[in-house]
């Protein structure tokens, strides 16, 4: 779960401008597209404000976004034309970082690998199950009643995945 060099620049601009809005930057996914790349902010209720129900807004989307573009006008860290999205991380959620994982143990994630693991034709780069653990170089999921452990180093991606009750 490593961030590319450049979705770590863009961190260091976009952050301190997402904060002064009074949410918390959840992550980053830039898409590069030609001669229009893809600049997609997910923001997040402060934690403070999520013990008190609070949930991201369509204004708070709208106040990032203003706060966001005027921050990238100044630094002009993009080449080209690009659009800027900015929405909540949803029910599916993907995570960007290992540390955002410790808050969703016991429930569903699905990960796709760098690196396949397993043996012969078991060997698999995606995988779905039940967080069980996470420390820090790997996590564990119970995927069909069978631990499996994943280094941190070898997820390419990770999301949670919804449960209906």
């Known amino acids: 779960m490593k961030l590319s060099t450049k979705v770590a620049e863009l961190t260091q601009i976009i952050e301190p401008a997402v904060t002064a809005c009074d949410v918390s930057l959840w992550g980053i996914e830039f898409v590069p597209q030609g001669r229009k790349s893809l600049l997609r902010i997910y923001i997040e209720a ?14 708070d989307c709208a ?3 203003h706060q966001v573009g005027g921050v990238l006008d100044v630094h002009d860290p993009i080449a080209g034309e690009y659009m800027l999205e900015v929405s909540s991380p949803g029910l599916d959620r993907s995570f960007f970082s290992a540390e955002q994982l410790h808050d969703y143990i ?12 397993g043996q012969g034709s078991q060997k698999r780069r995606k995988l779905t199950g039940e967080l069980v653990s996470i420390d820090n170089n790997t996590l564990v999921l119970n995927e069909n009643n069978e631990a499996v452990s994943v280094m941190l180093d070898n997820i390419d991606k990770a999301n949670l995945v919804y449960q209906f009750d």
């Open 63 to 65: 106040t990032v976004t």
């Open 46 to 59: 402060l934690p403070e404000d999520k013990a008190d129900g609070k949930q991201v807004t369509i204004e």
């Open 106 to 117: 016991g429930q569903t994630v699905s990960v796709r690998l760098i690196h396949a693991i």
